[in-house]
Nanobody, 117 residues
């Protein structure tokens, strides 16, 4: 089992920055990727950025150039640095993690990001 705990969500103004963190604990040695998704009411959860434990990132179109995903050397925490935020970035941000041999990811509880105009 893997537990994920997100932190860093807050309310900021347009153009501001936030850094989200997701700390993984438990059986983390088998993790393959960790990532960030976001969801607004009535909409499907969408991928924001994903990173392999080797450090290779993938970004959504909206995140590319503004957001940076990284994983710490211990490979227990993934960060999402978000710059140039707009109201369209307002959502609950969820951390996920894929484990080798497990078809479904683990999910965190989510952290609210609100960007005011």
């Amino acid at each position: 089992q893997v537990q994920l705990v997100e932190s860093g969500g807050a309310m900021v103004h347009t153009g501001g920055s936030l850094r989200l963190s997701c700390a993984a604990s438990g059986s983390i040695s088998r993790l393959i990727t960790m990532g960030w998704y976001r969801q607004t009411p009535g909409m499907q959860r969408e991928m924001v950025a994903v990173i392999t434990m080797g450090g290779s990132p993938t970004y959504s179109h909206s995140a590319k150039g503004r957001f940076t995903i990284s994983v710490d050397n211990a490979k227990t925490t993934v960060h999402l640095q978000m710059n140039s935020l707009t109201p369209e970035d307002t959502a609950v941000y969820y951390c996920d993690a894929y484990e080798a041999g497990r078809p479904r990811p683990y999910w965190g509880q989510g952290t609210q990001v609100t960007v005011s105009s």
